[in-house]
């Protein structure tokens, strides 16, 4: 067998070998953004949850005080959920906040 052919029969299994092996690199595709709601998207809605739950709170408190309704049960209900709504969106702030620098402390 010539040097020709043995350089020949050389690339055809490096070529075979490559074309089995899969890409190691996994680009991103469209699909990302047909997930679904990123996290900035979600995390506005959930903030604006919350807002219209405080305010819900605020107007059953009104409704309360002067006289509009008289259950006062109902009033507390809604401001322990706003409270913790309010509550929660703060956690996830810390939470958020210390991953941040957490990360940002990291040696390079």
């Known amino acids: 067998m010539s040097l020709t052919g043995i350089s020949s029969s050389v690339?055809?299994?490096h070529a075979s070998q490559a074309?089995?092996?899969?890409d190691p690199i996994q680009r991103p595709t469209a699909m990302a953004d047909?997930?679904?709601?990123?996290?900035?998207?979600?995390?506005?809605?959930?903030?604006?949850s919350v807002n219209a739950q405080q305010g819900?709170?605020?107007?059953?408190?009104?409704?309360f005080e002067?006289?509009?309704?008289?259950?006062l049960a109902a009033v507390?209900?809604?401001?322990?959920?706003?409270?913790?709504g309010f509550q929660m969106t703060m956690q996830v702030r810390n939470k958020?906040?210390?991953a941040y620098r957490d990360i940002m402390n990291m040696p390079v």
């Open 19 to 22: 074309a089995s092996r899969p």
């Open 34 to 48: 047909a997930q679904g709601p990123g996290f900035a998207e979600r995390l506005g809605k959930a903030v604006e």
């Open 56 to 63: 819900k709170a605020a107007q059953a408190a009104r409704d």
């Open 96 to 98: 958020a906040l210390t």
């Open 66 to 71: 002067t006289g509009r309704t008289e259950n």
């Open 76 to 84: 507390m209900v809604e401001q322990q959920v706003a409270s913790l």
């Open 11 to 13: 690339s055809m299994m």
